[in-house]
Structure formats: C-alpha cells, structure tokens
C-alpha cells in the first residue's frame, strides 16, 4: 500500500509539475506576442506623428549699411509651411524725413546652388522711392516655393548621398543654397546668405 501511495502521489505531482510547466510556457510565450504587439504600436505612432512632422523652423539674416539706411535681409521657413519667406527691412538711422530712391523695385532675390541660379524673385516690385521718417521701418516680404528647390534637387542625379535606408529615418538630408539680394539702386548693393534645404 505504501508503494503504491507512493507511485501515486509521484505521479500525481509530476503530472501536476507538467501542467505548471506547460501553463508557464503558455504565459511567457502569451507575455512575448503582448511585448511585440506594444513594439508595433509604438513603432507606428513614431511613423505617424514623424511623418507629419515638416521642416524645422529655420531663420538667417545679414545686414546692410547704406548712407542713412539700415538694411536686414533675412530668410525664414517656417514648420507647418513649405514656402520660403524673404524680407527686406529697412530702417532709417538720419534724423529727419529722407527719400530713398530705388530704380521700380526695392531689389532681387536670386538662389543659387554653387552658382547656378535655382529661382529667382522681385522685392517690392513697383516702387521708385522710399519716405522715411526718423527710426521708421518698412518691411517688403516676398515668398519662394520650396518645391522649385525639390525639383531642382530631384533634376540633379546624385545631388544627395542618401544613406542606408532604415525604417524611421529622423534626419532628413540637406542641400546648401545661396541666397543673393541685389538692391536695385544705383550703387547696386548686394549681400549673400548660405541656408540648408532641407528636402522633403
């Protein structure tokens, strides 16, 4: 009798022992699918919120001096909006009301990509003369679609070195473009900036 309580009860445990192993592995093989399903979801919503995201707000600008005149010239592009936005402010350092006189604009903005002109656009087109009164100042803001650099980088083969593709890529590549303002005055005053692009 005791042999056989014995047997039994041994086999009773191993019995036992075999469905706890079997129901642990059930668990951690359950625990590893739950694990990569929350991957997945995370992997997406890190897809989706950096696929939305547009290029980063950039800003440059340069100064001008010109007899009485303080010239910025400055370049912006904001996150949400792919166009380029380029100012020329003007702000008059003399001490009493003076004209200031430009030949029917106030200049030019030209791109270039190592000297070759990209796009190109009139700053305050129409204007003969400028009044300024003390520390007043006037602002021309023109803008410049990025997709005309896009299609010029697209046009240009080889242009960028991309890397090896990964499945979340968080630096964009860039391409560096001069921006040349060429004020239509008689001294024909001029003044580069060298920005990124960053292509979409």
Same mark, same amino acid.
Do not use: C, W
């Given at each position: 009798? @005791?042999?056989?309580?014995?047997?039994? +009860?041994? @086999?009773?445990?191993?019995?036992?022992?075999?469905?706890?192993?079997?129901?642990?592995?059930?668990?951690?093989?359950?625990?590893?699918?739950?694990?990569?399903?929350?991957?997945?979801?995370?992997?997406?919503?890190?897809?989706?919120?950096?696929?939305? $995201?547009?290029?980063?707000?950039?800003?440059?600008?340069?100064?001008?001096?010109?007899?009485?005149?303080?010239?910025?010239?400055?370049?912006?592009?904001?996150? @949400?909006?792919?166009?380029?936005?380029?100012?020329?402010?003007?702000?008059?350092?003399?001490?009493?009301?003076?004209?200031?006189?430009?030949?029917?604009?106030?200049?030019?903005?030209?791109?270039?990509?190592?000297?070759?002109?990209?796009? &190109?656009?009139?700053?305050?087109?129409?204007?003969?003369?400028?009044?300024?009164?003390?520390? +007043? @100042?006037?602002?021309?803001?023109?803008?410049?679609?990025?997709?005309?650099?896009?299609?010029?980088?697209? +046009?240009?083969?080889?242009?960028?070195?991309? $890397?090896?593709?990964?499945?979340?890529?968080?630096?964009?590549?860039?391409?560096?473009?001069?921006? &040349?303002?060429?004020?239509?005055?008689?001294? $024909?005053?001029?003044?580069?900036?060298?920005?990124?692009?960053?292509?979409?």
């Amino acid at each position: 009798m @005791t042999n056989n309580g014995s047997f039994s +009860e041994k @086999t009773l445990r191993r019995i036992r022992s075999n469905q706890k192993s079997e129901s642990s592995k059930k668990k951690r093989r359950l625990s590893k699918i739950f694990l990569a399903i929350d991957a997945v979801v995370i992997l997406i919503l890190l897809l989706f919120f950096y696929n939305r $995201k547009g290029p980063e707000h950039s800003y440059y600008s340069t100064k001008i001096n010109y007899k009485e005149l303080l010239i910025r010239f400055s370049i912006s592009r904001e996150r @949400t909006d792919k166009d380029y936005l380029f100012s020329v402010s003007m702000k008059s350092n003399g001490t009493s009301e003076k004209k200031f006189i430009f030949n029917n604009s106030i200049g030019k903005v030209t791109l270039y990509y190592k000297k070759e002109p990209v796009a &190109e656009k009139i700053i305050g087109p129409g204007i003969s003369g400028l009044n300024l009164l003390p520390g +007043e @100042t006037k602002t021309f803001v023109e803008n410049i679609d990025s997709r005309l650099l896009d299609n010029f980088i697209s +046009e240009k083969k080889g242009l960028i070195k991309y $890397k090896k593709r990964s499945l979340i890529e968080f630096d964009k590549p860039k391409v560096q473009f001069d921006a &040349e303002i060429l004020l239509n005055i008689d001294e $024909k005053l001029s003044s580069t900036i060298i920005f990124e692009h960053e292509v979409n």
